[in-house]
């Protein structure tokens, strides 16, 4: 074999640039089917930039450009020349040049004598390689229908998710054990777009995980915790539209299910899914992204998720659907707007700030932190601004640290009375920690807590602190397995309460 082609090579210059060729385009022509790459047709050699005079093959490329016009060049005007091919490769760039010879000899155009013995010579010794392209695309032909007739649909991606965990908490006011519960949470989701540069999501839920609130305190709830009406009926808990103006603008409208998490960087990317990431409520992220949370809501982005200044704007309408509630402007509302800064490649930086309005008073911090955090004037209707510091600094490819800070400064509406609201957490997540796949998480903060009240019978006395730790275990693409444990010192920020511990073992199920 390698004598043969030391021959045929000594024949015509075509083979060292059909050679050449095969670097890229024979493996398009093998790609093809699954559109890796589009390649475009060159009619000059100096349309690839990655090609020079002074190269050794550059005249055998120049050569069967100007000749035969069988080249083809990447998009980003490159020929990869130095690129290392397979027989396949080569047969497919010898088939596409042999192709063209035929139609140019068919057509009546003069074909050198030493070309046609160099092709037919490498033809032969490449039939059989020839033939088993053929029957590859054939075979990937036969694949891609089959795809085709049994996908979900042509212009919409169908996507699921099924959790299941066991979970218990042992401590707590009481000294009682509670009972081990089996829940699960089953989610589908479907997106489609219309241009390539917009997004349509539906997303369809049932569960049955009720919250663990060992004492009464929200502090223990899990972060995945809650349940549809009627138990396991299903009900469709996101629907949203977004879209681009431009490249640095995007617009997302949430009609059902606004989380401000999923529309901005929320800063703690390993831990912030309720499916893969932290256990708990707290250790997700933020509260001030449940602050402005709700019903329904607009957001605006500036500037692409990896530049180094970019700036998120929102509004929020808890009730927007309801008439008797205030509807989109009268009712509860949050105004949102978080500056991210990029300094190195490495570090992440951002300012939030929300302005919420409660006509009840309850819920302020979205069901996190003490009793008080949430309520602090005893379900008055209450105005709030909540500022916050976040950041997230990757150590290392694998490993992630992350923090928050925030400060709620609250009114009661119509009343000299005001509270001041304080917390603060960090997190580490290493990444293919024991095996490939796998992930170790720790959270330690301090949920929300009331630091000054007007009201001094609703002011936080004692310190809470939150501490969590996960291992989530990789079984496969589609399986994993994630024990837990959170522990809450001091639960509500009183400590006279006994430290109440809430364990749990989540599988999730993705297809």
Excluded at 172 to 188: A, I, W
Excluded at 424 to 439: H, I, R
Aim: charged residues 20%; proline residues 3%.
């Amino acid at each position: 074999m390698a004598k043969l082609l030391f021959n045929v090579l000594k024949l015509s210059p075509i083979v060292v640039a059909a050679t050449l060729f095969v670097s890229n385009g024979a493996f398009a022509a093998e790609e093809k089917v699954t559109s890796v790459d589009e390649l475009a047709q060159v009619t000059s050699v100096s349309q690839l930039s990655d090609v020079q005079p002074s190269d050794w093959a550059f005249q055998s490329v120049q050569s069967l450009v100007e000749r035969y016009g069988c080249i083809a060049g990447y998009p980003d005007g490159t020929f990869k020349g130095n690129r290392a091919l397979t027989r396949y490769e080569f047969a497919a760039g010898l088939n596409a040049c042999l192709e063209r010879i035929t139609q140019l000899i068919a057509a009546g155009t003069t074909v050198p004598e030493a070309d046609t013995e160099a092709i037919d010579r490498l033809s032969e010794e490449f039939n059989d390689e020839l033939i088993g392209i053929v029957d590859r695309i054939n075979g990937l032909d036969a694949r891609a229908a089959k795809i085709e007739a049994n996908q979900f649909s042509t212009t919409a991606k169908l996507k699921g998710e099924a959790l299941f965990a066991v979970s218990d908490s042992f401590g707590g006011q009481d000294g009682k054990d509670t009972n081990t519960v089996f829940t699960n949470r089953v989610r589908l989701g479907i997106s489609s777009s219309f241009n390539g540069k917009d997004n349509l999501s539906l997303r369809l839920q049932a569960r049955n995980t009720p919250s663990i609130k060992d004492g009464d305190t929200n502090m223990t709830r899990l972060g995945f915790d809650g349940v549809t009406t009627g138990g396991n009926n299903v009900e469709m808990d996101k629907l949203s539209y977004s879209f681009k103006p431009s490249d640095k603008l995007s617009v997302k409208v949430d009609a059902v299910g606004a989380a401000m998490e999923d529309n901005v960087n929320n800063y703690n990317p390993v831990f912030a899914s309720s499916g893969g990431g932290a256990i708990s409520r707290y250790g997700r992220f933020n509260p001030i992204y449940r602050v402005a949370g709700g019903q329904s809501a607009v957001t605006v982005n500036y500037g692409k998720s990896n530049s180094a200044l970019r700036l998120n704007a929102g509004y929020v309408a808890s009730n927007a659907s309801d008439t008797t509630k205030g509807g989109i402007f009268e009712g509860d509302e949050t105004f949102f707007g978080q500056v991210d800064l990029k300094p190195t490649k490495k570090l992440n930086v951002g300012v939030a700030y929300a302005r919420a309005n409660r006509s009840g008073g309850t819920g302020l911090l979205g069901s996190t932190g003490s009793s008080f955090a949430n309520d602090p004037f005893g379900k008055q209707a209450t105005t709030a601004n909540v500022y916050s510091l976040l950041a997230n600094y990757q150590l290392n490819k694998k490993t992630t640290l992350a923090g928050w800070y925030g400060f709620v400064d609250a009114d009661q509406k119509n009343s000299t009375n005001s509270a001041d609201i304080n917390y603060w957490a960090a997190s580490l997540g290493v990444k293919d920690f024991g095996a490939k796949g796998n992930t170790l998480g720790l959270i330690f903060g301090q949920p929300p807590k009331v630091t000054n009240n007007s009201l001094a019978t609703r002011e936080d006395n004692g310190t809470s602190y939150h501490l969590e730790g996960l291992y989530k275990m990789r079984v496969n693409d589609r399986i994993d397995v994630t024990p837990g444990l959170l522990v809450i010192f001091n639960p509500e920020h009183n400590e006279a309460n006994d430290t109440v511990y809430v364990g749990t073992i989540r599988t999730t199920f993705k297809f």
